[in-house]
């Protein structure tokens, strides 16, 4: 499983713990604002955007869909563009 697959046209992932759906969320840690997944029991489930200085901005680039990254994820390369949802 990638790290983000396209379920009834909702970009959503399940958690790879304990299979809960997660979705997209600005979420803050040591290297800044970013947007991605998290679960509440089992921690980070992955990065969807590069980092932000502030929530705000990785807010607003969430509200536009307007992020994206480059990603490696089981040695291949997966590139996710959050203006390419739904
Ligand atoms: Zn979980």
Redesign the pocket.
């Given at each position: 499983m990638i790290p983000a697959e396209t379920t009834g046209g909702k970009r959503v992932t399940l958690?790879?713990?304990?299979?809960?759906p997660?979705y997209l969320r600005v979420l803050e840690s040591a290297g800044g604002y970013y947007i991605g997944y998290r679960?509440?029991?089992?921690?980070p489930?992955g990065r969807e955007s590069d980092y932000y200085n502030t929530r705000l901005e990785a807010q607003d680039a969430m509200d536009k869909r307007d992020f994206g990254r480059e990603t490696q994820f089981n040695g291949r390369h997966y590139k996710h563009l959050g203006n390419s949802w739904e």
């Open positions: 958690c790879l713990g304990c299979r809960a997660l679960c509440a029991r089992c921690g489930q």
